[in-house]
Each structure stands twice: as structure tokens, then as C-alpha cells.
């Protein structure tokens, strides 16, 4: 049985399904255990450990974008593990077994920052994706300054692409590089800002779908 020391989003101990949680250097940590087939799983139990793998499966090709999404809710446990809690508890739908992780719910980036009131994306020249946002500079605690986070995730190829030093919130615009290999998809694009010096974050927002064409 597992055990919740710091409550539902905090980090715990012990096992709940074939979800395994324990500490390491102080950093709470959530890992799954291969399924023993000769035990028998609770209803609960199969719910949760589905869930959880359709938001690892989202989360895991963007690891490194989170440690920036995540930094300042990485408190006794790692970004991506924070980005996990987060998302499982708000960003799936659906029912057993048709679990889907809803892009619209999720953050990828998360914090107090301003973000972005909207945004769109469009193929651009080469194997590009164009990001179009309104410069809301000066709206609460947003600055100009404001360096732009970009990601483009595909799930049919469950591939990330994306960048933490993007244009600046004033520019209002800015692009991705992606691979020849999605030509064809659907991919989600998601954008947020980090403050000029590191330290503020702001929760993502889901630019939509766009189907990739490459010219």
C-alpha cells in the first residue's frame, strides 16, 4: 500500500497498482513496475495505472522543456514528476479504456508569469511551424522581454520538438523546427513565456492542432 506523506499532489511512498513511488536525495520519484499477470488488479487500480501511462507517454519526449516548465513546482520532487501530478489530475478524459490526455487541459509549463491570451500556428517555408501571438507586454506582471517556450508534440509519432529560448513577448511571433518525418501528422502545439532573468514561469497554452505539410 502506498503511502501520501505531503497529500494527493505531494510525493508518496510504497506501491499502488504496478506505480511505485520512493525517495532519492530527498527528490520524491514515481516509476512503474512491470505488471505481475498472476495477480489479480482492482478496477481502480487498472484506471489509475492507464491513466498514468497515457500522461507518461505524453510527458516523457519533452523531459528536458519541463525541467525549465516545471522549475519553480519542483518542490521535493523532480519537474517531471510534478508535470505528471499536474496533468494526471487534470488533463484526462475519457473512460476505461479510452483514456485520452485533453491538450486544452494540459500545461507543459506552468507559474505565475502572464502568459499568452492566444496564439496560433501555421506550416510555414521548410520544415518549419510559425507561432503568432499578441504582444500583451504591460498586461499584469508581463514584460516585453519575456523569452517565448515553444513545443510542438506529436503524438502519433510521440515526438517533441521545441525550443526555451525563443523570440521575445514583444516580437509576437516565432518558429519551430521540426522533422521531414512528420509530414502528414497531427501535431499540438503548446506555447509559454519565461521571465528575461530565469526566474518567473507562465502556464502554457494550447495553440491547437495543426496538420503538418512540409514545403
Known sequence: MGKIEQGILGGFSGKVG????????????????PANVANPQTPDQVDQRTKFVKVLNFLQPMTD???????????KMT?????????LKNAVTGTYPDFKVSYPDSLVS?????????????????????????????IGNAKATDKSLLLIYNEAKKQAVYTIEGPVRSVGSGAVTIP?????????????????DGKDV??????????????
Open 79 to 87: 519537474q517531471f514528476n510534478s508535470a505528471m501530478s499536474y496533468n
Open 110 to 138: 506552468r507559474g505565475n508569469l502572464k502568459g499568452a491570451d492566444s496564439a496560433t500556428v501555421t506550416n510555414a517555408a521548410g520544415s518549419t511551424v510559425q507561432f503568432t501571438w499578441p504582444d500583451n507586454s504591460g
Open 180 to 196: 521531414d518525418a512528420f509530414a502528414g501528422d497531427t501535431v499540438q502545439a503548446f506555447i509559454g513565456f519565461i521571465s528575461e
Open 65 to 75: 522543456f519541463l525541467r525549465v516548465g516545471y522549475k519553480n513546482y519542483a518542490i
Open 18 to 33: 504496478n506505480v511505485v513511488g520512493g525517495n532519492w536525495k530527498g527528490i520524491d520519484y514515481m516509476r512503474i513496475k
Open 202 to 215: 507562465a502556464n502554457s497554452f494550447f495553440a491547437g492542432n495543426l496538420d503538418i505539410v512540409i514545403s
